[in-house]
């Protein structure tokens, strides 16, 4: 399988520049940036001021099968503020070591390390990589950011955004041909997992 190298190489455009006016630094670490991102649109005091970009819905693409490996991970953790999928193993022993003893639910600790070796498996099928999509992901979430406010139910299936034909012609409309295999996969593996739990491709 093909391996995409981006770790030294700078994609961001002036347009892309705009994410800053998030508050969102763009020299901070990725964790960082996905959770500056996710307290800004939770945030309902905040108000977009500018019209959705074709950039921010593909960093929204990549951010929800970010959050949507979590869930599926993580079920029934209320809140995923900091995990990322690159983290993914070190916030598996967090959740299931006691902060105080220091002692190790074993079996939920097992659970959670199948339940994420399990969905690897079915993503690896269809061409993720475990050490290549998850940081190719932040770095797709902090080049094109991702969509400032939620749009409310009615509007979801206007825009579009349950719609996977009309998801891949904004990534090919948009991204540079040397990322948009790699983009179309992740927008690939989002909507296996919309089909395997039955929800929206967009969840918020």
Not at 8 to 17: E, I, K, L, P, W
Not at 64 to 87: C, E, K, W
Not at 159 to 184: Q, W
Request: hydrophobic share 35%; glycine share 6%; net charge positive.
């Amino acid at each position: 399988m093909r391996c995409f190298r981006f770790a030294h190489t700078r994609y961001a455009t002036t347009s892309h520049a705009t994410t800053s006016r998030a508050g969102v630094a763009r020299d901070a670490s990725a964790t960082g940036c996905l959770l500056s991102h996710q307290v800004l649109r939770d945030n309902p005091s905040y108000q977009d001021d500018e019209p959705l970009h074709q950039e921010r819905l593909v960093g929204e693409i990549a951010f929800q099968l970010d959050r949507r490996i979590l869930s599926h991970v993580f079920q029934g953790q209320a809140r995923l503020y900091g995990f990322t999928v690159l983290n993914i193993r070190d916030k598996i022993i967090e959740v299931t070591t006691h902060p105080m003893t220091g002692k190790v639910n074993e079996n939920h600790q097992l659970q959670l390390s199948q339940r994420h070796a399990e969905l690897m498996s079915r993503l690896n099928q269809l061409g993720y990589c475990s050490s290549l999509h998850p940081p190719f992901t932040e770095f797709i979430i902090n080049t094109y950011g991702i969509l400032k406010q939620r749009p409310n139910s009615c509007n979801i299936l206007e825009l579009g955004f349950n719609n996977p034909d009309y998801l891949r012609k904004i990534i090919i409309d948009t991204a540079p041909s040397k990322l948009l295999k790699d983009l179309l996969l992740l927008l690939t593996c989002l909507c296996y997992m919309g089909r395997q739990d039955g929800k929206p491709l967009f969840l918020w």
